[in-house]
Nanobody, 119 residues
Framework: QVQLVESGGGLVQTGGSLRLSCAAS????????AGWFRQAPGQERQFVAS????????YYSDSVKGRFTISRDNAKNTVYLQMNSLKPEDTAVYYC????????????WGQGTQVTVSS
């Protein structure tokens, strides 16, 4: 069973940066595809970024492209989301997710970490 634990959320001003971490246990992240999603109050959860199992291919939503970067550290079994140039509309609970195949739905989820961007 894969367990994911996010950390790194917090309060930041517009234009600031945060780095979210997602530590996995029970399985190596190098055998999983990883993703980040977010959910703002009153809205549905939305895709933010993903990383293929090979660790080389990344995908981003249009709203974060060029500002956010997803990466993986196999030695630490951790996936990161570096968020730069943050905007108030980035405020949400951010969730880490993992899946066993690049083409399956994400089946493993973390508990979420709050990111608040003040204007």
């Amino acid at each position: 069973q894969v367990q994911l634990v996010e950390s790194g959320g917090g309060l930041v001003q517009t234009g600031g940066s945060l780095r979210l971490s997602c530590a996995a246990s029970g399985r190596s992240f190098s055998t999983l595809s990883a993703g980040w999603f977010r959910q703002a109050p009153g809205q549905e959860r939305q895709f933010v970024a993903s990383l293929r199992r090979n660790g080389a291919s990344t995908y981003y939503s249009d709203s974060v492209k060029g500002r956010f970067t997803i990466s993986r550290d196999n030695a630490k079994n951790t996936v990161y989301l570096q968020m730069n140039s943050l905007k108030p509309e980035d405020t949400a609970v951010y969730y880490c997710a993992a899946r066993e195949s690049d083409f399956r739905e994400f089946g493993y989820w973390g508990q979420g970490t709050q990111v608040t961007v003040s204007s």
